[in-house]
């Protein structure tokens, strides 16, 4: 074949770029279709390629390595290149393309776009060409990682001329080739190459992993477990690597362990060790999320809601390192809605977000990513008042293009920001007015109706009414009475379907069901599910209703003697507690401040058994443990039964 020499200069970008002097390097005209994109129709390599090898004496060969390897620019490297092109063989190419690669990443603000024009690293490609078939598996996998880090397109001739060779020795890759080339594979953008390949590794690899994988090796059996369960091979595959690591538990370092977790959160059938190896990672990230890249945690809160998996210690550790950290508000609101998800609402992440509000007021009020609803959802989670509440309060009222954003897309949920925002004690003056309205309540009423949200109508009203009666000091609003009326008679419809699995138990305790009165409310729509009169010496009076036509018993009917107390009994499931604290949700604290503003009770306490029981108590006799501070022998025996009929463990907490 002829051969045609030109010379050339460097060009005036890749120059700037490097810093490097002109010289005279001698091309190959045709080098320039080698970073060109390919139709992929043609059998590669592209048929227009240089002449043969020139043969190249030991000695020699040996004097051009031990140069590449002293170079000291990237200069350096191109200028050995371009001397000596035509004898280079592939241990040079790849001493010169990964010299070039360790000088780039060593370089600030190195430009590989001036590197993809510069004609001789084009002729290096065109070399990588012509040697494609004497690369070995190794040598081309380095020489694929280092193409894609300068981010050579995956349909230019050369890249599609590696990865055709990589198809080629796929099954004589070892498992941490496979592995390796894998996560190259994921960084690149799909073509039918890159595609095939993708789907084409997990299948060896899966073959490899039954006979071939090395247990001793933590990094490569997690980074198997990995591809296992992203690609969701044979599980009979999975459950050998989650058995191989639960043995080897204690091996994995916090980094494997975030991997590992990543790798379980996305599996869909869990297996025999899931969640002991699930909770072992989460302990050992847990602990150590301290010494772990800062950029692990808000990853692993978002899984870890996604997933909707709760981990205590965990999500402690996280809310931790907010509040170290001092991150900022965009990562905070993010964090809070997963936290929020979870039930997890500790104190010092509460204190840290609105902190944080306040420090960037300005962004809270004009960015649409703060949502207002979202925000008073998130703060009155529980009853517990953060520092800075007040001034977050008044900050969220001011949002008022969000806030009538919120209003013109749906009533609804502004009657719900409104009525979140007075059980957090906030009475907007210049908003409430406006919803206390009869005709505008019973319209959104109508509406809801319409879209099957009646019964959150409902909730979000009943709930402002309360909290209007706790919080109005001032009387300065009045929930609109005849919308009231028909709320109460509409929670009374529902309410005759209600189960109350505790009743039994209670009647039989007491003496009989003439001492008990199931299923009663206030006339404002507070539903108590028991009702109990004890009189001095506690002991229970037979329950007396006045004469009415309502299907319902209200609290204010009741016939008492002067001297009785009353004790209200609410059972309660897991869902009107959060997780952490293990305290009421503000929901339900709102019905026993209502309660007692009321002065429907005498005095206040709160008692759960197994987050599965919440007794009100309101006498003296009902303290801290049902069995110690109540005198009755015959409500001990309720709570043993209740105990071992209905499972609960009657270890009783203040609330």
Excluded at 3 to 10: H, K, Q, V
Excluded at 35 to 53: C, E, G, R
Excluded at 296 to 321: D, E, M, V, W
Excluded at 341 to 363: G, Q, Y
Aim: charged share 20%.
């Amino acid at each position: 074949m002829l051969r045609r020499y030109t010379s050339s200069l460097y060009s005036s970008a890749f120059f700037k770029c490097l810093g490097c002097s002109h010289h005279q390097v001698k091309i190959h005209t045709n080098i320039t279709k080698i970073l060109s994109t390919s139709n992929f129709i043609k059998d590669l390599p592209n048929p227009s390629l240089p002449t043969p090898i020139k043969p190249l004496r030991k000695h020699d060969a040996d004097i051009l390595s031990e140069e590449l390897r002293k170079a000291s620019n990237i200069e350096k490297i191109l200028k050995l290149s371009s001397d000596h092109l035509d004898v280079m063989n592939a241990r040079h190419i790849i001493l010169a393309v990964q010299s070039i690669h360790d000088f780039s990443r060593n370089k600030e603000n190195f430009n590989s776009h001036a590197l993809l024009e510069n004609e001789i690293f084009q002729a290096i490609c065109t070399r990588i060409m012509k040697l494609i078939r004497v690369f070995d598996p190794r040598e081309l996998i380095n020489v694929y990682k280092v193409l894609t880090f300068f981010e050579v397109p995956n349909n230019t001739y050369v890249m599609q001329s590696v990865l055709k060779m990589l198809s080629k020795y796929l099954n004589d890759l070892s498992i941490s080739q496979l592995v390796f080339l894998n996560f190259l594979l994921m960084k690149q953008k799909h073509n039918s190459l890159v595609d095939g390949l993708r789907m084409a590794i997990p299948l060896v690899l899966q073959v490899q992993i039954e006979h071939q994988i090395d247990t001793e090796n933590m990094p490569e059996v997690v980074n198997c477990l990995q591809i296992a369960c992203k690609s969701r091979l044979k599980p009979a595959v999975i459950q050998k690597i989650v058995s191989t690591l639960v043995d080897k538990a204690h091996t994995l370092t916090p980094d494997n362990a975030v991997t590992v977790i990543f790798a379980l959160l996305n599996l869909n059938t869990p297996m025999e060790g899931y969640d002991k190896l699930l909770n072992y990672c989460f302990e050992l990230v847990a602990k150590n999320l301290h010494l772990l890249n800062k950029n692990y945690t808000l990853p692993l809160l978002r899984i870890t809601c996604g997933k909707n998996h709760y981990h205590h210690q965990f999500l402690y550790a996280a809310s931790k390192r907010i509040d170290e950290d001092d991150w900022n508000l965009k990562k905070t609101w993010e964090a809070m809605t997963y936290f929020k998800r979870l039930d997890f609402c500790p104190e010092n992440v509460m204190d840290h977000f609105t902190s944080v509000i306040c420090k960037e007021a300005a962004s809270f009020v004009s960015d649409s990513l703060y949502l207002p609803l979202n925000c008073a959802r998130i703060l009155s989670s529980t009853d517990y008042c953060p520092p800075h509440l007040e001034e977050v309060l008044t900050l969220l009222c001011s949002c008022e293009k969000k806030i009538s954003d919120l209003k013109n897309s749906s009533n609804l949920l502004y009657i719900k920001f409104l009525s979140t925002l007075a059980m957090l004690g906030h009475l907007p003056q210049n908003m409430l007015p406006e919803i206390l309205n009869e005709d505008y309540l019973f319209s959104v009423w109508s509406e809801s109706r319409k879209i099957g949200q009646s019964s959150n109508f409902e909730s979000f009203a009943l709930s402002l009414a309360w909290n209007l009666e706790i919080y109005d000091q001032q009387n300065k609003f009045t929930f609109p009475a005849p919308v009231l009326k028909s709320l109460v008679q509409s929670v009374c419809e529902r309410h005759e379907k209600v189960d109350y699995p505790l009743q039994k138990f209670i009647e039989n305790g007491l003496g009989g069901e003439h001492f008990l009165q199931t299923g009663i409310m206030t006339r404002d729509g507070v539903l108590v599910d028991h009702i109990i009169a004890m009189r001095r010496g506690n002991y229970p009076v037979a329950l007396h209703q006045e004469n009415s036509d309502s299907k319902i018993t209200f609290i204010e009917d009741l016939n008492l003697p002067t001297d009785a107390k009353i004790v209200a009994v609410i059972s309660a499931t897991e869902n009107q507690y959060i997780k952490h604290p293990e305290i009421l949700r503000n929901w339900m604290s709102v019905k026993i401040k209502y309660l007692k503003k009321r002065n429907l009770f005498s005095s206040s306490k709160v008692l759960f058994a197994d987050s599965s029981l919440i007794i009100y108590a309101t006498t003296h006799t009902l303290g801290l443990q049902l069995h110690q501070d109540l005198s009755c022998p015959d409500t001990y025996s309720l709570a043993s039964n209740a105990k071992s009929n209905l499972g609960y463990d009657i270890q009783m907490k203040t609330i």
